[in-house]
């Protein structure tokens, strides 16, 4: 068993304050439209064991969920708190993004609309607006097992693999995932590449983007990539929605 010290100094107060950061994105994720279904998840490292983590059940509404549902998932795949029903995507995916990345405290993915018409294209995300900077060398592209359901822990390895120290990955066919070192940095990459994949949509539809030169756009990521500028750019999303 690990322990892992929260900055807080209390591991229950650390728990409590991330599974309702964790609500509060699922709730926000659902009112910005990116739940469609059942599909999606997010998920947090619970502070106390590094091997388990927090994640939404298996058929409520990202906008209903509430912390008593919540549901607790060691890496092997066994639901330790809950009773209601686990996703076994969101096992597979973030078992092996967790296991993998000791760094990650959260993850989020669903299929949101722009960035799941982006991955069917299999290309990278190129740098072509300062806000796409945020993701320069930063978002991985993962094209094996494309459109099929993930389920499987090796494919979840696969992707957590090409995911490597990574803030985002585009899969084809499939989505999008984004980790960070919060709840709050987590989602706000994942609203920032959905809108980034959108963006891309639009100005492939018009013409030709121009692409941001290296330099600028390793200046702009300086600025707006690391996972702090997450968690701050987040926060004005909470107060939008009524969750600062």
């Not at 809950?82 to 989020?108: E, K, Q, S, W, Y």
């Not at 609309?113 to 294209?121: D, I, Q, R, V, W």
């Amino acid at each position: 068993m690990t322990i892992v010290v929260p900055a807080s100094g209390s591991v229950d107060d650390e728990r409590v304050g991330r599974k309702q950061a964790l609500v509060d994105a699922l709730n926000i994720f659902g009112n910005l439209g990116f739940a469609e279904g059942v599909p999606g998840h997010i998920t947090v490292r619970d502070p106390e064991h590094a091997d388990r983590f927090w994640v939404n059940p298996f058929g409520i509404s990202f906008k209903h969920v509430t912390v008593d549902q919540l549901l607790q998932v060691d890496h092997d795949g066994n639901v330790l708190v809950g009773d209601l029903p686990l996703n076994r995507a969101a096992f597979a995916i973030h078992g092996a993004i967790h296991a993998a990345r000791p760094d990650v405290t959260a993850a989020c993915h669903t299929h949101a609309t722009y960035s799941k018409a982006f991955s069917s294209l299999g290309i990278p995300l190129e740098m072509i607006t300062q806000d796409h900077c945020q993701f320069y060398n930063d978002v991985a592209l993962h094209s094996d097992d494309g459109g099929a359901i993930v389920t499987d822990p090796d494919a979840g390895r696969r992707l957590a693999a090409s995911l490597g120290d990574n803030k985002a990955l585009i899969h084809q066919n499939h989505g999008v995932i984004t980790v960070g070192e919060s709840v709050d940095s987590a989602a706000w990459w994942f609203i920032a590449l959905e809108r980034a994949c959108q963006t891309s949509l639009l100005a492939m539809a018009a013409g030709t983007p121009k692409v941001i030169p290296d330099d600028y756009a390793q200046f702009s990521y300086d600025q707006s990539g690391y996972d702090a500028a997450g968690r701050f750019q987040f926060g004005a999303i909470r107060q939008e929605h009524g969750r600062a």
